[in-house]
């Protein structure tokens, strides 16, 4: 398995060690990645590829069950799968690459919270009980 473009990357090289960047562009000899808006060229040796690991994985264990056992739960949450416009997502996953986005979950949460309050007010000119 090769690095592709759009693969999320760990760097080890300074100044950007530890930071997460995403593949923008894959040639023979080196990789374009992009961290916090720069782009840069880098090697394989450069950063751990999160992506790559993740299809190895699956690719390995395909039947293996995701997320959490039942019973280990520390919040009650369900699983939910959305169909978003991919320009609108696009936007999203780049400010998620640059760090602006730093937990998904917690960041959709925040927003449909803020919505669905701001609709229970102002939907009908009363919250509702």
């Known amino acids: 398995m090769q690095t592709q473009v759009g693969d999320k990357v760990r760097l080890k090289i300074p100044?950007?060690?530890n930071e997460r960047g995403v593949v923008v562009r894959v040639t023979k000899r080196t990789?374009?990645?992009e961290v916090a808006g720069n782009t840069f060229e880098t090697t394989p040796d450069d950063f751990t590829n999160?992506?790559?690991a993740a299809r190895k994985a699956?690719?390995?264990m395909p039947d293996r069950r995701v997320g959490r056992p039942k019973g280990s739960y520390h919040c009650d949450r369900?699983?939910?799968t959305l169909r978003i416009d991919r320009e609108l997502w696009d936007d999203f996953r780049r400010l998620e690459a640059v760090g602006v986005i730093q937990d998904?979950?917690?960041t959709i949460n925040a927003l449909i919270r803020e919505k669905t309050e701001e609709l229970k007010t102002n939907g009908n000119g009363e919250e509702d009980k």
Do not use: K, M, Y
Request: glycine share 0%; no cysteine.
């Open 15 to 17: 100044p950007h060690e």
């Open 31 to 33: 990789i374009l990645t």
């Open 50 to 52: 999160l992506s790559l």
């Open 58 to 60: 699956w690719e390995s």
């Open 78 to 80: 369900v699983s939910v």
């Open 104 to 106: 998904r979950t917690a």
